[in-house]
DNA sequence: ATCCCGAGGG
DNA sequence: CCCTCTGGAT
C-alpha cells in the first residue's frame, strides 16, 4: 500500500507540476485578497471567484479598505459567487476584524484564522499553505471524493482525512499533492462522471470503472 | 441537520 | 429538471 501511495504522488506531480502557489487557480495578491478570494470560493467555482474578484479588488484591494466598504456594495459586487449576502458580510467582517486584531494583516496559523469571520478549516489552510508556503493540506469537496475513491481514507470526515493524508505525506509536499487532487478532480474525476477511460490512474484506483 | 443561494453542466 | 461547485455558521 506504501508503494501505491508514493506512486500516486510521483504521478501526480508529472500530471500537475509546479508548487502550492502556482498550482492554486485563484488570483490574487498578497494573502489578504488570497484569504478573501478563498472564502469567495465556497460551493462556487474558481473561474467565476476571479470574475468578482477582479472588480472588488481594484476597489477594496486590502483590509483597511475592504473593512470600511458598503455592505450592499459588496452584495452587489460579488453576487455571482452565490451565498452572497453571507460571503459579503463574512469579507466585511473579517477585514474588520484584521485591523482591529492585527494592524490589517493575515495571520499565518490555522488556530488565530479559524477564530476570523467566514474563515473554517479548509480556508485557513489554503491560507496558510499557499499564502505563507507552510506545511498543511486544505480539505475540500474534490479531496474528500478523491481521497475516498483512490482508497487513501476509510473516514468521510474533513478533518478526520486531513489528519490521514497528513500522517503519511511530506509535510512540505501535502499541500501541493492537496490541490492536484483537485485539479484531477475538476479535469478528470469529477463528482458526477468520471472519466475513468481516460485516466492516467485507472491502473492503481481501486474504484476504477466501478463509479 | 439545516440554511445560505447563484451559475453552469448533463 | 437535478446535481455540483475549492464551506461556514447556527
Aim: proline share 5%; hydrophobic share 40%.
Amino acid at each position: 500500500m506504501r508503494e501505491i501511495k508514493e506512486e500516486l504522488v510521483q504521478r501526480l506531480a508529472t500530471l500537475y507540476p509546479g508548487d502550492a502557489a502556482s498550482l492554486c487557480e485563484l488570483s490574487f495578491e498578497g494573502p489578504f485578497q488570497l484569504a478573501v478570494a478563498t472564502i469567495l470560493s465556497a460551493q462556487c467555482t474558481d473561474r467565476i471567484v476571479n470574475s468578482v474578484t477582479e472588480a472588488l479588488f481594484g476597489l477594496f484591494p486590502d483590509a483597511k479598505s475592504l473593512a470600511g466598504a458598503d455592505l450592499g456594495r459588496v452584495e452587489t459586487l460579488i453576487r455571482p459567487t452565490g451565498f452572497y449576502r453571507n460571503k459579503a458580510q463574512n469579507i466585511v467582517s473579517f477585514s474588520r476584524e484584521l485591523v482591529e486584531r492585527y494592524d490589517g494583516e493575515v495571520p499565518d496559523t490555522i488556530d488565530r484564522l479559524v477564530e476570523l469571520s467566514g474563515v473554517g478549516r479548509k480556508t485557513a489552510n489554503v491560507i496558510v499553505t499557499v499564502g505563507f508556503s507552510k506545511p498543511g493540506i486544505a480539505v475540500d469537496t474534490h479531496v474528500i471524493r478523491l481521497s475516498g475513491r483512490l482508497g487513501l481514507t476509510e473516514f468521510t470526515d474533513p478533518e478526520r482525512i486531513e489528519m490521514d493524508l497528513l500522517g503519511w505525506l511530506a509535510p512540505l509536499d501535502a499541500a501541493a499533492f492537496g490541490l492536484r487532487l483537485i485539479l484531477h478532480g475538476r479535469r478528470v474525476c469529477s463528482a458526477r462522471k468520471p472519466k475513468c477511460e481516460a485516466c492516467p490512474l485507472g491502473d492503481i484506483c481501486p474504484s476504477f470503472s466501478t463509479l
